[in-house]
Structure formats: C-alpha cells, structure tokens
C-alpha cells in the first residue's frame, strides 16, 4: 500500500519570488527528472495545524505571516520586510518586520507510517532571513510558533509548473521516485511540495517542485 501523502508546501506573498531571499542549497547533481540538492542549515518560524493539506494551509499561512509582518516582541523595525495587505489586512502595531524568504516548508507533525493511511497533522515553516540567529530573532507573540534550526540535509528534487493538486503532486511524485529508482537512489521519508508563487501568480508561470530526502 502507498504510504499516505505528507507534503511540505511553500506559500509566498509576491509573485516576484526571485527577489525573496532563498534558502541556501548547492546542487551537487542533475539528471533528467531531478536534481540532488544538498541544504545549509537554516532558521525557521513553524507552526503545526490539524487536518491535511487542502484545509489547513490558511490559518497555518496568516500565523506566519502576522509574525513576521510584527506580531512579535520587538519594537525595531527591518527595512525591506514583506508588506502585503491583501493576504493579511492589518498588521500588528510595534513588532518588528522580517524580509520574507524562500520557500516555505509545511512538514508532517508525526512522519506517517509505511501504509498509515490517516492524514497527519502538519508543521509549516517560514524560512528565516540568513542575517538572524536564534538570538536575534523577535520573539512570536503567539505560542504555536516555534523558532528553531532545521539541520543541513540533501533532498531530490522534480520541478513542475501551473496548478497544483492532489493528483498532481501524485503524478510528479511517482516521476521523482521512477527517477530515484533508475539511478540507484533509496529516497527516505515523506514527499514534500515547496511552491514558488502566491495565488496572484498567472498558473503557467508558478514554479512547484516535489521533494525527497536522501542519504548523503
């Protein structure tokens, strides 16, 4: 049986997203259905939601966003922070503004089990800008977000363009594993879903990838 569907998701508010601060990563390999990245550490802001995928993405999402648009403790503003009030449409007075990034991870709470076909709950994460650690970082004024170091790691990846779905995240899943398998490549956890665009992007211009991690 199919392991059940565990998707990490990326969310953006522009859809200037080359301009955003991205994740560091160096591709180390390229093939003809994928690429093999190999990720830095980095910082994230995560906050975990019941129910899958489909219906949890927007209250997840305006947490996050409300976090780094001020609702936190810090009086500073940064200059260059994102500023979009038509996702959310009013800001917290006084918190300090963080520049968004990308992408944006959502990941299982609880990885499912081989077979496990109950939808877990989900952990999205905002990518930190690179010139924080966790010292400097402003505090959430909400307590469902945790700030914490995601560790280097090396992921496959298969890019996809235009809408997403669920099964379309299956068919680009099933071409990443075929791709894994030919090469000799044992992928091991869930697959992830990273998008590049906020809704406001034209469909045949958003960038989405689908992801595995391997073992070094």
């Given at each position: 049986m199919k392991p059940a569907l565990s998707i990490v998701v990326a969310l953006f508010v522009s859809s200037a997203a080359?301009?955003?601060?991205?994740?560091?990563?160096?591709?180390?390999?390229?093939?003809?259905?994928?690429?093999?990245?190999?990720?830095?550490?980095?910082l994230?802001?995560?906050?975990a939601v019941d129910g899958a995928l489909w219906d949890s993405g927007g209250t997840a999402f305006r947490k996050l966003f409300?976090?780094?648009?001020?609702?936190?403790?810090?009086?500073?503003?940064?200059?260059?922070?994102?500023?979009?009030?038509?996702?959310?449409?009013q800001e917290a007075a006084g918190g300090k503004k963080i520049a968004m990034t990308?992408?944006?991870?959502?990941?299982p709470a609880n990885a499912a089990a081989e077979g496990d076909t109950a939808e877990?709950?989900?952990?999205?994460?905002?990518?930190?800008?690179?010139?924080?650690?966790?010292?400097?970082?402003?505090?959430?004024?909400?307590?469902?977000?945790?700030?914490?170091?995601?560790?280097?790691?090396w992921v496959a990846v298969h890019r996809f363009s235009g809408l997403w779905s669920e099964r379309r995240i299956r068919a680009a899943e099933d071409t990443l594993r075929a791709g894994l398998m030919r090469a000799g490549i044992a992928p091991r956890g869930p697959v992830e879903l990273a998008r590049y665009?906020?809704?406001?992007?034209?469909?045949?211009?958003?960038?989405?990838e689908v992801l595995l991690e391997?073992?070094?």
């Open positions: 080359s301009a955003y601060e991205e994740a560091p990563y160096e591709v180390v390999r390229e093939e003809e259905d994928f690429e093999i990245r190999r990720y830095a550490p980095y994230v802001a995560e906050t409300r976090y780094i648009t001020g609702a936190n403790r810090s009086a500073q503003r940064l200059p260059g922070a994102a500023d979009d009030r038509r996702i959310v449409s990308i992408p944006v991870f959502t990941k877990p709950g989900l952990v999205y994460q905002f990518v930190m800008p690179a010139a924080y650690d966790l010292d400097t970082l402003p505090v959430p004024e909400d307590p469902s977000i945790v700030l914490r170091e995601e560790p280097a790691r665009d906020d809704p406001f992007t034209l469909w045949f211009l958003r960038r989405n391997i073992d070094p």
